[in-house]
């Protein structure tokens, strides 16, 4: 399950119980670090953790100055760790990345009416959202740490902790920006009682994946885009191979023919499909009718020859696709691995669909010259977060502070 749905899903139950819970919140980095920005871990009462803000080394101090830090609603916190210095040991937290997170800690009381389940709301539904997070205040400032703002895809204000956006006027009007370009962004804002800082994160549903046949290697692919996260459908017309017992982890699975795909699939923007029938007459129909659908990935299982071949039938057939729906098509699917069994084509496939949906070239990383992270924008010129004197509720994690 997707990280941020399982979060969700977990605060939900913590709102029918009306239990407590700790929210870190990994809010700005600098230099090298495992998790970015808007990496989130849960914690309930009885210890439970979902979700992580680093790759395992900050967990369990994180859990335990969170829970001291937040005690009789002491509000919020920033937790900074620092694998910057030469001596590692100073820090004694393991870390090997050479950066330094700052990490907000709160303690939540989920209500029904919070941000985090306006968010999930939306995206539930398929739907993008923007959630600003105030994670940097000065010690007179009258927005509180942890204050959050919510907007829908189209800019419209759903969530508004604390007024923030009367205090903040040119707020909504960069999330909108942040939404436009499908981007989250790290901005300071100058007020009379000094700069407030915000993560403004662009929060998008996760991929969903078509499999159009329901054949032995459609399992696997099915399994390998649930294991990322992914809302996957299964699409077949043939009634006594697209059973749940053959796909039990497909959100969906259809018995209909290639040429209702569109009609009750409904593939959006963020939706890619693979077509695998190992019937011709089937893929030639779903190839048609996908490719003149909103769908962003379409895949093709087979050789070169066999997908010219399906662009000349469709051709002949009175289809000629366009310039746009021939850039989304990808026909042999998958990155070239050297994949030979089912499992190994459906991890060829899942990472080029993630690829393509990150705009990303799918190298080496070994042969990359620039960060494997692209830096987070900020939307104020020259600023760096952090680099001045450390705020008040900015706690320094240090071994001896354990």
């Not at 497909?250 to 409904?266: K, M």
């Not at 680099?387 to 071994?399: E, F, G, V």
Request: charged content about 20%.
């Amino acid at each position: 399950m997707n990280e941020l749905q399982s979060i969700f899903d977990a605060m939900d139950q913590l709102r029918e119980l009306r239990a407590p819970a700790v929210l870190a919140t990994v809010v700005h980095v600098e230099g090298s670090t495992y998790r970015r920005p808007g990496a989130r871990m849960l914690v309930t009462q009885a210890g439970g953790r979902i979700g992580s803000v680093s790759g395992g080394c900050l967990e369990s101090d994180v859990v335990r100055k969170a829970w001291q830090l937040t005690a009789d609603n002491a509000g919020a916190a920033i937790l900074t760790y620092d694998s910057m210095s030469d001596d590692d040991g100073l820090w004694g937290l393991g870390l090997g990345c050479n950066g330094r997170i700052h990490i907000l800690v709160e303690r939540l009381q989920p209500a029904d009416d919070d941000a985090f389940a306006v968010v999930a709301s939306a995206f539930r539904a398929r739907r993008s959202s923007a959630i600003a997070t105030v994670y940097g205040v000065g010690a007179d400032s009258t927005i509180h740490l942890g204050s959050r703002l919510v907007t829908g895809d189209t800019g419209e204000v759903l969530h508004d902790e604390g007024n923030i956006a009367a205090a903040l006027p040119d707020l909504v009007a960069d999330i909108g920006k942040c939404l436009a370009e499908s981007q989250s962004a790290d901005v300071a804002y100058l007020t009379p009682t000094g700069r407030v800082r915000v993560l403004i994160e662009v929060i998008q549903p996760p991929p969903a994946l078509l499999v159009c046949g329901a054949g032995f290697d459609a399992r696997p692919l099915v399994d390998a885009a649930k294991n990322v996260g992914w809302t996957v459908t299964l699409i077949d017309r043939r009634a006594g191979y697209a059973t749940r017992d053959h796909f039990p982890a497909a959100d969906n699975v259809i018995v209909a023919p290639p040429d209702r795909i569109v009609e009750l699939a409904g593939p959006d923007a963020r939706t890619a499909a693979v077509v695998m029938h190992h019937n011709y007459p089937d893929d030639l129909a779903a190839l048609r009718v996908l490719l003149e659908s909103d769908a962003r990935y379409v895949g093709v299982l087979g050789p070169h020859a066999r997908r010219d071949r399906l662009l000349a039938d469709l051709a002949a057939g009175g289809f000629v696709p366009t310039a746009e729906q021939l850039s989304r098509l990808y026909g042999p699917v998958g990155l070239d691995l050297g994949a030979e069994t089912p499992a190994e084509i459906a991890a060829s496939v899942v990472a080029e669909i993630l690829a393509a949906a990150t705009g990303r070239r799918a190298g080496r990383l070994r042969d990359q010259v620039t960060p494997v992270h692209d830096p987070m924008p900020r939307l104020t010129a020259g600023e760096t977060p952090f680099d001045d004197t450390a705020p008040a509720n900015q706690i320094q994690c240090r071994t001896d502070s354990r």
